[in-house]
């Protein structure tokens, strides 16, 4: 059983900075793949970032080069800096791990455990 805590939410103006983190207990290792999605009321939730055991990183379309995923795997900690938010950025944030392949030059998650989200919200 694994359990995931997220933090560092909050409310922030357009242009502004956030960064989450993601406490990992239980049973993970360096070995897990881990990943960062959002769901904005009335959407979808979408991927946003993950990062594989080799560290090798991978973003969604619409955040590449404002955000950063990260890992310190001594402390099983998972993180994301968000830069240059956009208001269409505000949603709940959840943290999540399981595996990744690559399927045709395109990762694959299959995220099988989840926190309980925080709450990002991005003004203009």
């Known amino acids: 059983q694994v359990q995931l805590v997220e933090s560092g939410g909050g409310s922030v103006q357009a242009g502004g900075s956030l960064r989450l983190s993601c406490a990992a207990d239980?049973?993970?290792?360096?070995?897990?793949?881990m990943g960062w999605l959002r769901q904005a009321p009335g959407k979808e939730r979408e991927g946003v970032a993950s990062?594989?055991?080799?560290?090798?990183?991978d973003y969604a379309d619409s955040v590449k080069g404002r955000f950063t995923i990260t890992k310190d795997n001594a402390k099983n900690t998972l993180y994301l800096q968000m830069n240059s938010l956009k208001p269409e950025d505000s949603a709940m944030y959840y943290c999540?791990?399981?595996?990744?392949?690559?399927?045709?030059?395109?990762?694959?998650?299959?995220?099988?455990?989840w926190g309980q989200g925080t709450q990002v919200t991005v003004s203009s």
């Open positions: 999540a791990i399981g595996a990744c392949t690559v399927v045709a030059g395109t990762r694959v998650t299959d995220f099988g455990y």
């Open positions: 239980g049973n993970t290792s360096s070995t897990a793949c």
């Open positions: 990062i594989d055991t080799d560290g090798i990183t």
